[in-house]
C-alpha cells in the first residue's frame, strides 16, 4: 500500500524559512517523478513543484520559483521542499503526491504550513 | 498560469447525473490529454477519480466518467449517491511544462 508522510510544517514569520519532508513507502519511490500541491484556507488546490525521478529535472510554479527548491533523495525515499522567503500568501496545507501520466495520483494527508507576524 | 475555471456548485438528488465542466485555453486543456479529476473531502487526502481525460483508477466506480470537447472537459457522476457530496478539481498539463488546477466545485447532493 502506497504511504506518502509529510512533515516540517509549523508557523514561520514572514521572510522565514521552513524545509518540508514527505517520507514514501509502498512503491518504488526512485521510479517515480513527484509533486508538492498546496491549499490555503478556504481555497482550492494549486500545484507547486514538480521533480523526475533523479533530481535531475525540476519545475516551479510562477509565484515560488526563486524562493523553494524541490529535491529528493531516493535512498532514504524522501521528497523535500525547502521553502525561503515565506509570506503570509504561502500559508497553506501543502501535499505530496506521486506522478501518473502528468496527474496526481496518491497523496499524503499534508502539512500545515502558517506564515503570520 | 490561470486557474482553470469551473461552476462554483452543483447539486442533484440521489440517483440523477451531474456534470461538472472544466475549461482552460488550448495551451492547457484543450492542447493535451492530461486532464485528470480529483474529489476532495475536507480534512482528508485528495483522491484521483479521473486521468488522461478518460481513464478511472483501479478502485474508482465506474458511476464517474470524463470526456473533453476542445478547451473543455467535463465530469460526470451518473447515479448520485450521498458520498459522492465533495468538492471536485479538474487538473491539466499544460504548455509551460507545469500544471494547473481548475477554481474547484462543490458538489451538493440534495
Known amino acids: 500500500e502506497v504511504h506518502l508522510v509529510e512533515s516540517g510544517g509549523g508557523s514561520v514569520q514572514p521572510g522565514g524559512s521552513l524545509r518540508l519532508s514527505c517520507a514514501a513507502s509502498?512503491?518504488?519511490?526512485?521510479?517515480?517523478?513527484m509533486h508538492w500541491v498546496r491549499q490555503a484556507p478556504g481555497k482550492g488546490l494549486v500545484w507547486v513543484s514538480r521533480?523526475?525521478?533523479?533530481?535531475?529535472?525540476?519545475n516551479y510554479a510562477d509565484f515560488v520559483r526563486g524562493r523553494f527548491t524541490i529535491s529528493r533523495d531516493n535512498a532514504k525515499n524522501t521528497l523535500f521542499l525547502q521553502m525561503n522567503g515565506l509570506s503570509a500568501e504561502d500559508t497553506a496545507i501543502y501535499y505530496c503526491?506521486?506522478?501518473?501520466?502528468?496527474?496526481?495520483?496518491?497523496w499524503g494527508q499534508g502539512t500545515l504550513v502558517t506564515a503570520s507576524s | 498560469q490561470s486557474a482553470l475555471t469551473q461552476p462554483a456548485s452543483v447539486s442533484g438528488s440521489p440517483g440523477q447525473s451531474i456534470t461538472i465542466s472544466c475549461t482552460g485555453t488550448?495551451?492547457?486543456?484543450?492542447?493535451?490529454?492530461?486532464v485528470s479529476w480529483y474529489q476532495h473531502h475536507p480534512g482528508k487526502a485528495p483522491r484521483l477519480m479521473i486521468y488522461?481525460?478518460?481513464n478511472r483508477p483501479s478502485g474508482v466506480s465506474n458511476h464517474f466518467s470524463g470526456s473533453k470537447s476542445g478547451n473543455t472537459a467535463s465530469l460526470t457522476i451518473s447515479g448520485l449517491q450521498a458520498e459522492d457530496e465533495a468538492d471536485y478539481y479538474c487538473?491539466?498539463?499544460?504548455?509551460?511544462?507545469?500544471?494547473?488546477f481548475g477554481t474547484g466545485t462543490k458538489v451538493t447532493v440534495l
Open positions: 503526491a506521486t506522478n501518473r501520466d502528468h496527474s496526481f495520483e496518491y
Open positions: 509502498g512503491f518504488t519511490f526512485s521510479r517515480n517523478w
Open positions: 521533480i523526475n525521478t533523479d533530481g535531475s529535472y525540476t
Open positions: 488550448s495551451s492547457d486543456v484543450g492542447g493535451y490529454n492530461y
Open positions: 488522461d481525460v478518460t
Open positions: 487538473a491539466s498539463y499544460t504548455s509551460s511544462s507545469t500544471l494547473v
